[in-house]
């Protein structure tokens, strides 16, 4: 029986559960005492700049040109920084790997739902292994911090688990933000831990701290608040803290771990794994409507046999898709996932 459309009603939950990361100031020499490490806090920075940035209605009016480049730019927001006298960031946070893949979180369809517990179960005895040392490498090569991570002097990872005599310890700048796999002996004991949570081997808590030598009482970046339809002259620029303490989104730390996907066509470093490869920093969308998420879903239920084989690539960015997880339900005749 082929299995033509996506269920009306699918959805699957997050396999991969990042807390919010929570930010400390403290020194380079100290990165194995966790006690001497301050909490980051925010503070407010009001600042009188040069206008920029212009209309092209103002641009072609000199005179209101002139009058506008006079005027301050005036600006008010959030800002985070080192403490005096301390050269190093730490950013703590925890992740859960969740078990649970073989079964959609809700399926009105079970036809559907039996063809991909088949495929999926084979590939979890086969390929979920590449997609565990993928996770595991974003975590070791710290893309979670993101600008924090440019330009730094050191960067260290340190994951904990229970089932450790003792933390793994990562040098991220030994794991290029341009590849996805290594070799590494830390890492596939890492990975080992991911794929045995995944697989419902165990329940997988980890513990990531992450160290970052910047340099006395440099800037930090924390997430920035989305605010809409602030009044004009309030605060412009709002940052992500926990009780006044400078932090960064469980939604921006996941993003950098599932920064996996070099299956797309032509690809040329890894993009964050999504239905249609969409990067909106750069208005790009990397798979068109021959391999998005659902055209591959459907084409690996759909095979048959040895002649009819989706290649293994395609296979894992499903997988992964699926580890995302999301609302993919659609009715009879649409092609676009619900989001």
């Not at 990165?31 to 980051?40: E, F, R, S």
């Not at 030598?213 to 992500?240: A, Y």
């Not at 599932?258 to 239905?275: F, G, H, K, L, Q």
């Not at 992964?320 to 339900?329: C, D, E």
């Amino acid at each position: 029986m082929t299995i033509s459309n996506v269920p009306s009603v699918l959805a699957f939950d997050r396999k991969l559960e990042p807390s919010d990361a929570l930010m400390f100031s403290g020194c380079w020499c100290d990165t194995g005492d966790d006690k001497k490490w301050a909490p980051i806090k925010l503070f407010e920075r009001r600042n009188r700049a040069v206008k920029s940035n212009f209309s092209q209605e103002v641009l072609n009016d000199e005179e209101e040109l002139q009058q506008q480049i006079t005027e301050a730019n005036l600006s008010w927001g959030d800002d985070a920084a080192l403490h005096h006298n301390h050269d190093t960031l730490m950013v703590s946070f925890s992740l859960r790997v969740i078990a649970g893949l073989t079964k959609p979180s809700v399926c009105n369809d079970t036809n559907f739902e039996d063809r991909y517990r088949e495929k999926i179960s084979a590939y979890i005895d086969t390929g979920l292994g590449e997609l565990a040392n993928r996770y595991a490498y974003n975590i070791a090569n710290g893309r979670f911090l993101w600008r924090n991570r440019v330009g730094a002097l050191g960067v260290k990872i340190i994951v904990s688990h229970t089932s450790l005599e003792k933390p793994l310890v990562f040098n991220a700048y030994d794991f290029s933000l341009h590849q996805t796999t290594s070799d590494n002996p830390q890492l596939a004991v890492l990975a080992n831990l991911i794929h045995q949570g995944l697989s419902g081997v165990g329940n997988i808590l980890l513990k990531i701290n992450a160290f970052v030598q910047l340099g006395d009482q440099q800037r930090v970046w924390p997430s920035q608040e989305m605010v809409l339809n602030s009044p004009k002259g309030s605060k412009s620029r709002h940052l992500f803290n926990l009780n006044g303490q400078a932090a960064m989104h469980c939604e921006k730390i996941g993003n950098a771990l599932r920064t996996i996907d070099d299956w797309y066509p032509n690809a040329t470093s890894p993009i964050a794994v999504e239905a249609y490869g969409t990067v909106t920093q750069r208005g790009v969308a990397y798979r068109s409507s021959r391999n998005d998420f659902k055209t591959l879903l459907l084409a690996w239920l759909n095979e048959a046999d040895d002649s009819v084989q989706l290649i293994s690539d395609n296979k894992h960015f499903v997988a992964a898709m699926l580890i995302r997880g999301g609302v993919f339900g659609e009715s009879a005749g649409d092609g676009d996932a619900a989001n």
